[in-house]
């Protein structure tokens, strides 16, 4: 059973356009999440994370938006590089803090010249 | 600083045998969590430790134990191996372990089952 589910496993987009990456979670306990973005051969690098309260966050080119009625978040990434390609992970956790992150199975993002 | 670091970076071994894993978290970290990453599955949480302690177990088998030292240095154990333990295990720390840490991964040992 997934509880975070990234149900894009690829995407391509052309530099300079804006990328969306899309997450659905299915536990209402969760009150964190967190975006990671993984190069291979490397462990996952942390982005950028949003605690429930709040339904946007900001840092640089990157945004997260979470919709916590629907039980959605999405990563925004404006303008796209070349740089950027790579496999994005969003995660979730529960309060305590002694909870593992959840992840899902990850989006390849592409980003065309 | 440094990051943390993993070792060994690639491991293959046989159905039955053992492997035991090591971690260094960044410096001044306490918590040490261990992920598993298969391409089917995606990234699984494994065990976290603070403070020498286990404070949280996912959803895996007995056959896979960690243990924590006072340097904070963490050690994970597959006894038994089988073909299905073949992944790319991930340590990453955190300076507490809460809630809103994020936390930071090492590159990961690569292990093969054969």
Not at chain 1, 25 to 45: I, Q, R, V
Request: glycine share 10%; charged share 15%.
């Amino acid at each position: 059973d997934q509880q975070v589910k990234q149900n894009s496993p690829s995407l391509s987009v052309q530099e300079g356009r804006i990328s969306i990456l899309n997450c659905d979670y299915t536990n209402s306990m969760f009150d964190y999440f967190l975006w990671y973005k993984k190069y291979p051969a490397e462990g996952p690098t942390f982005l950028i994370s949003i605690s429930s309260i709040k339904d946007k966050n900001e840092d640089g080119r990157f945004t997260v938006f979470l919709n916590k009625s629907a039980k959605h978040l999405s990563l925004h990434i404006v303008p796209s590089q070349p740089g950027d390609s790579a496999v994005y992970f969003c995660a979730a956790k529960s309060g305590g803090g002694a909870d593992g992150l959840t992840f899902g199975k990850g989006t390849h993002l592409i980003i065309q010249p | 600083k440094a990051g943390v670091t993993q070792t060994p970076r690639y491991l293959i071994k046989t159905r039955g045998q053992q492997v035991t894993l090591s971690c260094s978290p960044i410096s001044g970290h306490r918590s040490v969590s261990w992920y598993q990453q298969t391409p089917g599955q995606g990234l699984q949480f494994l065990f976290e430790y603070f403070s020498e302690t286990q404070r949280n177990k996912g959803n895996f088998p007995g056959r896979f134990s960690g243990r924590q030292f006072s340097n904070s240095r963490s050690e994970m154990n597959v006894s038994t191996l089988e073909l299905g333990d073949s992944a790319l295990y991930l340590c990453a720390s955190s300076l507490r372990g809460s809630a809103n840490e994020k936390l930071f991964f090492g590159s990961g040992t690569q292990l093969s089952v054969l």
